[in-house]
Nanobody
Framework: QVQLVESGGGLVQPGGSLRLSCAAS????????MEWYRQAPGKQRELVAH???????TYVDSVKGRFTISRDNAKNTLYLQMNNLKPEDTAVYYC???????????????WGQGTQVTVSS
C-alpha cells in the first residue's frame, strides 16, 4: 500500500506564502506524474499544478507566476510553493500521484488526505 501525506497548510494573510509538501511512503518502485488539486467550499475540485517525471510543469491560469510545483525524487516528495496568496486560494489542497508498484503492473492513482489553506486578514 502507498500513502501520500500532505503538510504545510495553515492560515496566512493575503500576500503571504506557504509551502506544501506531499510525502509518499509504502511499497512502490517509482512515482510517475504528480499533481496538486484544490477544493474550495461549494466548488468542484480543480487541478492547480502538474509535474512530469522530467519535472516539466503546467499550471492553472489563476496561479501562474505565484505558485511553483516541484519534486524531490530522492525523497519521494512533491512540493507546492505558494507566494502572493489571495483569499480566493483558500481551499483544501490535495496531492495526487501515479504510482508504479511493480515492474509488471501499470500505474495506480493515489490521493493524499488534504491540507487546509486559509488566506484571510
Amino acid at each position: 500500500q502507498v500513502q501520500l501525506v500532505e503538510s504545510g497548510g495553515g492560515l496566512v494573510q493575503p500576500g503571504g506564502s506557504l509551502r506544501l509538501s506531499c510525502a509518499a511512503s509504502g511499497r512502490f518502485l517509482s512515482l510517475d506524474e504528480m499533481e496538486w488539486y484544490r477544493q474550495a467550499p461549494g466548488k468542484q475540485r480543480e487541478l492547480v499544478a502538474h509535474i512530469t517525471t522530467g519535472s516539466a510543469t503546467t499550471y492553472v491560469d489563476s496561479v501562474k507566476g505565484r505558485f511553483t510545483i516541484s519534486r524531490d525524487n530522492a525523497k519521494n516528495t512533491l512540493y507546492l510553493q505558494m507566494n502572493n496568496l489571495k483569499p480566493e486560494d483558500t481551499a483544501v489542497y490535495y496531492c495526487k500521484a501515479e504510482v508504479r508498484q511493480a515492474l509488471v503492473t501499470g500505474l495506480l492513482t493515489y490521493w493524499g488526505q488534504g491540507t487546509q489553506v486559509t488566506v484571510s486578514s
